[in-house]
C-alpha cells in the first residue's frame, strides 16, 4: 500500500527530472542491468552514473528498484505493478516471461537508492517535494552529489530551498580533499543552527587533521551551542511541565481519598489502571463498529474511564474502607490486598502483556517552535485536559453542595452529622469522586505510554509525594508540588541523570517535610493540626 501510494508522487516528478541539465541521456540497457546485478559497489557506481543523467524513464526504473518491481529475464529488465509488465528501458507493456525473477537488493543498495530518488526530487516543481529531497540528502552527505547539488541551486528560486540547498552543498563539501573547500563549509555549517548539523560538525571533527580546519570546526560548533541552549532549556521546562500535569492529574484523586478523607489508599494505582483499560475496550469498541468515528473514540473514553473507576472506588468504600475509618494502618493494608486482586483480575480477563493504544489522528504529530524543540500534540492535550480536570474539581469541591458536604465532614464530621448530613454517603460519594478522577488519569496516561496490569505502581508513590509535599487536603498545594516535581525532576535529569535525579528529588521532600511536616499549604480549620 505504502509503495502504491508514493508511485503517483514519482510520476509527477518524472517529467521534471529532464529538467536538470542539457540534453538527457536515455537509460541504457547496460547501464540498466549494472544498477540490477552486480557486485554492490559496482552497482551503486552505475546508479550514481544513471542518475546524473536521468530521464524520466530512467526516474521510475530507480523508484521501481527501491519498489521491489524489478524483474530479470536474461538481459531484459520488466517492471512490474498490480500484476501488469512494462519494459524498463521503454515503458511500453510488455509480457513478464514466466521464468523472471525478482532483483536483489541488500540494506545498502536501499539506502542508495532512497538517496538517488531524493536527489530527484530536487527538480520537481512542488516546493515541498524539493524541500522533502534536500532534507533526505542532508542525512547522508556525499562529494559526488555536489554537482546535482550545484545544478538545483542554479535553479532554484525559493529562498528556503536555497538556504536548505546551500547547507547541503557544504556537508557534502566537509568531507572534500581541497582544505579551501573544506574550511569554507565549516563555516557555512556554523550559520546553520540545528542539531543535524551539529551532529555532522562532531563527526568531521573526529576525523579532520588539519589544524585550521578543526579550529574553524569549533567554533562553528561553539555558535551552534549557544543557540540551541534556549532550546535544551525550553525543551526541559516543557518536558517538566508534561510530567507535572501528569503526576497532577494522578495526585488529584489521591487528594481526595487521602487529603480529605484520611484513607491511605494503595489502590489508587490500580484505580488508574482501570480507567486506562477502559480506554482501551471502548477503542476496540470504536475500530470494530465504529472505524470511521475512530478519532473521536478518546472523547467517549473519558467518561467512561471516570465511570468505571468510580464505580469501583464506590465498590471499595462500602464493601472494606467504611469499616476502617480511622485505622490507617488497616487500611493501608487492605487497599494493598484489594490492589492485588485488581491487578490479579486485569491479567485474567486482558493477559499479562501491555496492551496498545494509538493515538487519534488529532493527537499525532506536533508543533515545531525551534530546531531543537518541536512540542508532541499529545503531550499538548494531556496538560490542557489536566488543567480542566483542576478547574472541575476546584469548583465542585469550592462551589457545590457536594463539596460542601465534603469539606464539612472532612473538618468534622460529628456536627456536620449532627446538622443533618449522611455522612456515609457523602464518605462514598467522596471516595468515588477521588477514584473517578484516578481513572480520568489512567485514561490519559494510555496516550503517551503503554497500558499494562502494572501500570498504577508506577505512579502511586509520586502521587503521594505530590499531596504530602502539597499540603494534605489543599488543591492548589496539589498543583504547585506536582509541577515543581515534575519541573525539578527533568532539568535534574538533564544535569545528572535520571536515576539520580530520582534520588535527589526524594531526598529534598524528605528535607522539605522535616521543616515543614504541613506541607507547602497548611490546612486552616478548628481541626487542623498545624
Not at 529538467?19 to 557486485?39: K, S
Not at 467512561?304 to 488497616?330: C, D, K, N, Q, T
Not at 504529530?365 to 531543537?372: E, F, K, P, R
Request: with cysteine.
Amino acid at each position: 500500500m505504502y509503495r502504491h501510494r508514493l508511485f503517483p508522487l514519482f510520476m509527477a516528478l518524472m517529467a521534471s527530472a529532464a529538467l536538470w541539465c542539457a540534453p538527457a541521456a536515455a537509460l541504457t540497457a547496460d547501464e540498466a542491468l549494472g544498477i540490477a546485478q552486480g557486485e554492490t559497489d559496482a552497482r551503486i557506481e552505475a546508479l550514481d552514473k544513471a542518475v546524473k543523467n536521468a530521464d524520466e524513464q530512467t526516474a521510475v526504473f530507480i523508484q521501481a528498484m527501491a519498489d521491489d518491481a524489478v524483474r530479470i529475464a536474461g538481459k531484459r529488465l520488466f517492471i512490474v505493478r498490480d500484476g501488469k509488465g512494462q519494459d524498463a528501458l521503454t515503458g511500453a507493456d510488455a509480457t513478464v516471461p514466466a521464468d523472471a525473477e525478482e532483483v536483489s537488493i541488500n540494506n545498502r543498495l536501499r539506502g542508495e537508492f532512497d538517496t538517488a530518488l531524493a536527489a530527484l526530487k530536487l527538480f520537481s516543481k512542488d516546493t515541498a517535494l524539493r524541500m522533502e529531497g534536500v532534507t533526505a540528502l542532508l542525512k547522508d552527505p556525499d562529494e559526488s552529489r555536489l554537482p546535482l547539488l550545484e545544478k538545483a541551486l542554479a535553479a532554484e528560486k525559493q529562498p528556503a530551498v536555497r538556504a536548505q540547498l546551500e547547507l547541503a552543498r557544504a556537508a557534502a563539501s566537509i568531507g572534500s580533499a581541497d582544505p579551501a573547500r573544506r574550511l569554507a563549509a565549516a563555516k557555512a555549517l556554523g550559520e546553520n543552527k540545528t542539531p543535524e548539523t551539529k551532529l555532522l560538525i562532531n563527526q568531521r571533527l573526529k576525523v579532520e587533521t588539519d589544524p585550521a580546519i578543526k579550529a574553524q570546526l569549533q567554533a562553528s560548533l561553539k555558535s551552534i551551542d549557544a543557540a540551541l541552549v534556549w532550546g535544551d532549556w525550553l525543551g526541559a521546562l516543557f518536558s517538566g511541565i508534561s510530567l507535572g500535569s501528569i503526576l497532577l492529574l494522578v495526585a488529584l484523586g489521591l487528594a481526595i481519598t487521602y487529603g480529605l478523607m484520611g484513607v491511605i489508599n494503595m489502590a489508587h494505582g490500580e484505580l488508574m489502571m482501570i480507567g486506562a483499560y477502559a480506554t482501551y475496550v471502548v477503542q476496540g469498541l470504536f475500530q470494530k463498529y465504529l472505524p470511521g468515528m475512530f478519532d473521536w473514540y478518546l472523547l467517549a473514553a473519558v467518561p467512561v474511564a471516570f465511570a468505571a473507576s468510580a464505580l469501583v472506588g464506590a465498590a471499595m468504600e462500602r464493601s472494606v474502607i467504611r469499616f476502617l475509618y480511622g485505622r490507617p494502618l488497616e487500611t493501608l493494608l487492605a487497599t494493598w490486598g484489594i490492589s492485588l486482586v485488581l491487578m490479579q483480575g486485569v491479567r485474567s480477563i486482558f493477559g499479562a502483556q501491555n496492551v496498545g493504544l494509538e493515538n487519534p489522528s488529532w493527537m499525532s504529530g506536533g508543533v515545531q517552535v525551534l530546531s531543537n524543540l518541536s512540542l508532541p500534540y499529545n503531550r499538548l492535550v494531556i496538560i490542557g485536559f489536566a488543567a480542566a480536570v483542576l478547574l472541575a474539581m476546584a469548583w465542585l469541591i469550592g462551589r457545590t453542595r457536594l463539596g460542601l458536604f465534603v469539606r464539612g465532614v472532612t473538618q468534622n464530621r460529628p456536627i456536620a452529622s449532627c446538622m443533618g448530613v449522611n455522612t456515609a454517603r457523602i464518605d462514598t460519594y467522596a471516595f468515588a469522586l477521588g477514584s473517578g478522577v484516578a481513572g480520568l488519569a489512567g485514561c490519559a496516561l494510555s496516550q503517551v505510554g503503554n497500558v499494562g496490569p502494572d501500570l498504577g505502581q508506577s505512579y502511586i508513590v509520586d502521587a503521594f509525594m505530590v499531596v504530602v509535599l502539597g499540603g494534605v487536603g489543599q488543591l492548589a498545594g496539589t498543583v504547585y508540588a506536582a509541577l515543581g516535581l515534575g519541573i525539578l525532576n527533568k532539568f535534574l535529569e538533564g544535569w545528572a541523570g535520571a536515576v539520580l535525579a530520582k534520588i535527589a528529588v526524594l531526598v529534598f521532600i524528605i528535607i522539605f517535610i522535616q521543616k515543614r511536616p504541613q506541607g507547602i499549604f497548611a490546612m486552616k480549620g478548628r481541626s487542623a493540626e498545624a
